[in-house]
């Protein structure tokens, strides 16, 4: 199945940028999503299709997607943005796989 | 506004069984895609189920790690989600979020209800 890999935890001063990464074979050719989950919150859709960011998104949340890395970068990092954040491919072939990434403690300094 | 509740979460034995809604408003069940997401405690998140729309044919799919045990449905008279759960086992212990699908090209979350939390334990 496939697997995607993020770091266990980031952390940054506010003000500066945080890049969070997502590996996956070739995961270049497919759309990544990320949600942003803070404590006993439900995740929220910051970035989807790779680079797209839903309506009431921050233009501080932007995304990547090339090789085998997908990126999620954060610029001006403010304190709210502390949280868990998650990367997700979904393969709707046959048998609607779905793979999140194991999720990245994302701490401001 | 788009919103989904769900309920039916609760302490249940191992090998027993649950039912959890989700009761949607701002949209409707029949002609959007929905899914099943789960978070065991202090871990990431994991895809459990899925189901098309009404247009689509209303096909079903489950993770490996349900399948067999875990059924999703919906009844669109009452606008609402189900996850059936039958023989459960203590790893199924986990916060169980209903979130609707894109109908974009691609396929991913925009919306997700705030979850129920269900503890499988003797």
């Known amino acids: 199945s496939y697997v995607l890999t993020q770091p266990p935890s980031v952390s940054v001063a506010p003000g500066q940028t945080a890049r969070i990464t997502c590996g996956g074979n070739n995961i270049g050719g497919k759309s990544v999503h990320w949600y942003q989950q803070k404590p006993g919150q439900a995740p929220v859709l910051v970035v989807c299709?790779?680079?797209e960011r839903p309506s009431g998104i921050p233009e501080r949340f932007s995304g990547s997607n090339s090789g085998n890395t997908a990126t999620l970068t954060i610029s001006r990092v403010e304190a709210g943005d502390e949280a868990d954040y998650y990367c997700?491919?979904?393969?709707?072939?046959?048998?609607?796989?779905?793979?999140f990434g194991g999720g990245t403690k994302l701490t401001v300094l | 506004e788009v919103q989904l509740v769900e309920a039916g979460g609760g302490l249940v034995q191992p090998g027993g069984s649950l039912r959890l809604s989700c009761a949607a408003s701002g949209f409707t069940v029949s002609t959007n895609y929905m899914s099943w997401v789960r978070q065991a405690p202090g871990k990431g998140l994991e895809w459990v189920s899925f189901i098309y729309n009404d247009y689509s044919g209303g096909s079903t799919y489950h993770a490996d790690s349900v399948r067999g045990r875990f059924t999703i449905s919906r009844d669109n008279s009452k606008n609402t989600l189900y996850l059936e759960m039958d023989s459960l086992r203590t790893e199924d212990t986990a916060t169980y979020y209903c979130?609707?699908?894109?109908?974009?090209?691609?396929?991913?979350?925009?919306?997700w209800g705030q979850g129920t939390l269900v503890t499988v334990s003797s």
């Open positions: 979130a609707r699908v894109s109908r974009g090209g691609t396929y991913y979350f925009d919306y």
């Open positions: 997700h491919v979904w393969d709707s072939g046959s048998d609607h796989r779905c793979v």
């Open positions: 299709d790779d680079w």
